[in-house]
């Protein structure tokens, strides 16, 4: 592990351009369930009838209860050392941008200043008529699916629901950004959801050093990792980053 973390430091320390994507194992640690998994929110509640746009089309009351009672389960969450982790590297220079699936906002609260949501942010709704975007109040929610001040249409969380299309903004600027680095963090995914997934391998072909942070190997271990830190991340990337400022002399 010793030997593994200094590679990756070094990585880092001579990177011009390092991305990191990050999943839900990011947030785990924050204890934000995950959507998948033995234990995940779609066991519970299954996906066709709570994460589907035509769920929320079909039965938006039901669906808007769902996302209720979850952001009010999730709402006092705060960073993990993990999230604080990259944005230190933000601070140091050694961190472009940091592309997550999550939608809790954690990356922005520990300081992260470039982030690109990959499927939205649970701390917004969006109408589906005009776009507009307006805050996720918790203290002020209504029991029924609320309507848009502006055109009176339906507004849903803004996260990207089975069904609908990743923003191309959000597809096309994490793409570009995956294909410029020369290094890239992979913390808390599983390479199983795309096409975030196609990220790390996008940025494997560009010739980038690819550094893994996941608690157990994945497919991305497998065929593209070079330096693959075991465990949970809210304790080898804070170790990772104490290593980087070592070689910096920060």
Same mark, same amino acid.
């Given at each position: =592990?010793?030997?593994?973390?200094?590679?990756?430091?070094?990585?880092?320390?001579?990177?011009?351009?390092?991305?990191?994507?990050?999943?839900?194992?990011?947030?785990?640690?924050?204890?934000?369930?995950?959507?998948?998994?033995?234990?995940?929110?779609?066991?519970?509640?299954?996906?066709?009838?709570?994460?589907?746009?035509?769920?929320y089309l079909n039965d938006a009351n039901r669906v808007w209860a769902f996302w209720c009672e979850l952001s009010e389960l999730v709402k006092d969450c705060r960073p993990n050392p993990a999230h604080y982790a990259l944005a230190e590297l933000e601070g140091i220079d050694r961190m472009e941008t940091v592309i997550t699936q999550n939608v809790d906002n954690l990356h922005q609260?520990?300081?992260?200043?470039?982030?690109?949501?990959?499927?939205?942010?649970?701390?917004? %709704?969006?109408?589906?008529?005009?776009?507009?975007?307006?805050?996720?109040? %918790?203290?002020?929610?209504?029991?029924?699916?609320?309507?848009?001040?502006?055109?009176?249409?339906?507004?849903?969380?803004?996260?990207? =629901?089975?069904?609908?299309?990743?923003?191309?903004?959000?597809?096309?600027?994490?793409?570009?950004?995956?294909?410029?680095?020369?290094?890239?963090?992979?913390?808390?995914?599983?390479?199983?959801?795309?096409?975030?997934?196609?990220?790390?391998?996008?940025?494997? &072909?560009?010739?980038?050093?690819?550094?893994?942070?996941?608690? &157990?190997?994945?497919?991305?271990?497998?065929?593209?990792?070079?330096?693959?830190? &075991?465990?949970?991340?809210?304790?080898?990337?804070?170790? %990772?980053?104490? %290593?980087?400022?070592?070689?910096?002399?920060?």
């Amino acid at each position: =592990m010793a030997a593994t973390l200094e590679q990756a430091a070094r990585a880092l320390s001579d990177a011009k351009n390092v991305v990191a994507v990050t999943g839900a194992g990011v947030s785990e640690e924050s204890g934000i369930p995950t959507f998948r998994g033995d234990h995940g929110i779609w066991v519970k509640y299954p996906i066709e009838e709570f994460g589907t746009i035509d769920a929320y089309l079909n039965d938006a009351n039901r669906v808007w209860a769902f996302w209720c009672e979850l952001s009010e389960l999730v709402k006092d969450c705060r960073p993990n050392p993990a999230h604080y982790a990259l944005a230190e590297l933000e601070g140091i220079d050694r961190m472009e941008t940091v592309i997550t699936q999550n939608v809790d906002n954690l990356h922005q609260e520990a300081g992260s200043t470039s982030v690109i949501e990959y499927h939205g942010n649970a701390r917004h %709704l969006v109408c589906l008529q005009c776009r507009k975007r307006a805050p996720f109040d %918790l203290d002020n929610r209504t029991k029924l699916a609320p309507k848009c001040v502006e055109c009176d249409g339906l507004l849903k969380p803004d996260v990207v =629901m089975f069904g609908e299309t990743i923003p191309n903004y959000a597809l096309f600027e994490a793409s570009a950004r995956a294909q410029k680095c020369d290094v890239m963090i992979v913390v808390g995914t599983s390479a199983q959801v795309f096409p975030a997934a196609e990220l790390p391998f996008a940025a494997k &072909e560009r010739g980038a050093f690819i550094i893994e942070c996941n608690r &157990e190997p994945t497919d991305f271990t497998r065929l593209i990792t070079d330096a693959f830190l &075991e465990g949970p991340a809210g304790e080898t990337l804070p170790e %990772l980053v104490t %290593l980087v400022k070592a070689e910096l002399a920060i």
